[in-house]
């Protein structure tokens, strides 16, 4: 898949967890089933970004061909936030909200970490065959059940 803003837009919006998505009886991220959620700590809050844990998983490979045409992206290197927007093919965005869709599919997929570095913080990429995923239900109690891991290429289920 070629990194065009449409095609993050897209996979984004595929899976993205969305608020009308939700059972009706849960009213809260804590009491939303089968959400792989990630709270981003923000200058005035905390944003919150839910994603379908198995589309996380089937589309982990599309992320890895989307994040492996951002120019200078390794893992023996770090970019700056901005320059998640280079492909390199020249600029794919500079809307900061899309660029926050490639960022957080990659985390969210276990391929991308920010790091802090000579007193900035960088983003790194995390070698496919290190990352590991936790995929994780949270029940109608609001706790938090281990349903499988996957490792590089492998995927584990938990069982019960």
Same mark, same amino acid.
């Given at each position: 898949m070629e990194l065009t803003r449409e095609n993050v837009n897209q996979l984004f919006s595929e899976c993205e967890w969305k608020i009308?998505?939700?059972?009706?009886?849960?009213?809260s991220i804590e009491n939303a089933p089968d959400v792989a959620w990630?709270?981003?700590?923000?200058?005035?809050?905390?944003?919150?970004?839910?994603?379908?844990?198995?589309?996380?998983?089937?589309?982990?490979?599309?992320?890895?061909?989307?994040?492996?045409?951002v120019a200078y992206l390794s893992e023996k290197t770090g970019i700056s936030f901005p320059m998640l927007g280079r492909s390199k093919n020249g600029s794919w965005s500079e809307d900061i909200y899309e660029i926050q869709k490639l960022y957080l599919l990659g985390v969210v997929t276990d391929q991308l970490l920010a790091l802090p570095t000579n007193g900035?913080? @960088?983003?790194?990429?995390?070698?496919? =065959? %290190?990352?590991? @995923?936790?995929?994780?239900?949270?029940? =109608? %109690?609001g706790e938090a059940k281990l349903l499988a891991k996957k490792l590089g290429d492998q995927y584990y289920k938990v069982d019960d």
């Open positions: 009308e998505d939700w059972p009706k009886e849960a009213t990630m709270l981003i700590p923000l200058p005035n809050g905390i944003n919150i970004a839910g994603f379908y844990p198995d589309k996380i998983v089937d589309y982990s490979d599309t992320v890895s061909e989307l994040l492996d045409q900035r913080i @960088v983003i790194g990429r995390i070698p496919k =065959e %290190k990352s590991m @995923v936790d995929i994780v239900s949270v029940d =109608e %109690k």
